[in-house]
């Protein structure tokens, strides 16, 4: 019982303290060279915009706004945009549109963003395809930095740089956990190890595109690591800017990230290949980063009841009551969030940790125990 309870501490500790200086430290002595030279006008490729909307009635014009205004050659970005069986007025919004740098495919039922994805990406005849959401903002020149990498013929997919915000420009912890993530994709990147993209700004080589199945939940990770898979290297770029705001609640955010978990338990019995420890860094990456964090609620269970059934020796009654104090915190800080209530930072974070745990394991239950479908409702974020 005593290894199950220091296994589980360690792998915990591990994943978010000592991967972060070991990958550091990896990407500085391995580092692998990649060049590029900006592209001139004429040089730069035809590129497609994706976007599955859904009941996107708030911010689906700003969005069509931001893709036309782009600082890139009108005659060489076409923007597909596919309405899944909106119930609002995002398709009477769309229909509004007159440009012929936009696609728009109105469908009348709701399948899931994984089956619009497939069709679009079926019609596409550009050589790079870029996906987004549509709550986000690119800045003007996202996807001129996105797609100078491709002149590497080595290069299958590049992911941009998300920036969050809120409204009022109050900090938020799931801020200061994104830009940890970001810290993260950099570095791997070095390595040839980054693991999938967010949704918000990516791009690929469209023959690279592996058509997703209809119940993807997480397609921006899969489709990402179809690419790694067929042996393309993945880059990070922190200069192909994208902004998004933050979920307006905390209910909101606690649906998007139980959905995200059931994903990713999804897409980890999908992607036994990436389990293989040939295939260099990135199974060093994904092992590290991905599985130990989606597992990592698990194991704090394991260590809280092995702890329990240690009791006796003062060092796990010590350990066994900093647990329910961190819990008991947790659980207080969840409640005067909750009230709007300003609380620690360092119970902020503590928060944030417990929550984001527990959303993970009601995603595993999800993936578990109940039919997964692709169809979505919409999330501010």
């Known amino acids: 019982m005593a290894l199950i309870f220091w296994l589980s501490i360690s792998l915990i500790i591990y994943s978010y303290l000592v991967y972060p200086l070991v990958l550091f430290l990896l990407s500085h002595f391995f580092k692998k060279k990649h060049t590029f ?73 709701n399948r899931g963003k994984a ?54 420009g109050v900090d938020n912890k799931d801020n200061v956990y994104w830009r940890y993530e970001q810290f993260l994709k950099n570095c ?18 469209t023959n690279l595109y592996k058509p997703i199945p209809k119940n993807t939940i997480v397609d921006d990770f899969l489709i990402v690591m179809n690419v790694a898979k067929a042996k393309y290297r993945v880059i990070y770029d922190t200069f192909a800017i994208a902004h998004e705001e933050v979920a307006p609640n905390i209910a909101e955010e606690t649906k998007r990230r139980i959905r995200i978990g059931t994903g990713n338990y999804q ?59 961190s819990y008991a915190l947790a659980i207080w800080g969840k409640k005067q969030s909750d009230m709007g209530n300003k609380i620690p930072t360092i119970i902020s974070f503590l928060t944030f940790f417990v929550s984001m745990n527990i959303a993970l394991l009601k995603g595993f239950y999800n993936y578990a125990f109940k039919n997964v479908q692709g169809t979505w409702q919409r999330t501010p974020r």
């Open 37 to 109: 030279i900006p592209s001139t006008s004429s040089e730069l490729p035809e590129v497609a915009v994706l976007i599955s909307a859904f009941n996107e009635e708030s911010c689906i014009k700003e969005r069509i706004n931001n893709l036309l205004s782009l600082d890139y050659p009108h005659d060489k970005i076409k923007i597909y945009i596919g309405s899944d069986g909106s119930t609002d007025s995002t398709n009477e919004i769309l229909s509004k549109f007159d440009d012929p740098r936009l696609l728009i495919k109105l469908y009348i039922v």
């Open 115 to 168: 089956n619009v994805l497939n069709e679009l990406v079926s019609q596409v005849t550009q050589p790079i395809t870029i996906f987004s959401d549509a709550n986000t903002n690119f800045e003007s020149y996202a996807i001129k930095n996105l797609v100078r990498h491709f002149q590497d013929e080595t290069v299958g997919a590049v992911c941009g740089e998300l920036n969050l915000y809120t409204p009022d």
């Open 188 to 205: 791997e990147s070095k390595l040839d190890a980054l693991l999938g993209a967010n949704g918000a700004i990516y791009a690929i080589r």
């Open 267 to 325: 897409a980890f019995a999908q992607l036994t290949w990436a389990l293989n420890p040939f295939i260099g860094w990135r199974f060093f990456s994904y092992f590290s980063h991905k599985i130990l964090r989606w597992f990592t609620p698990h194991f704090l269970i394991l260590a809280f009841l092995s702890n329990a059934y240690l009791l006796g020796l003062l060092t796990y009654n010590i350990i066994f009551i900093i647990q329910l104090i």
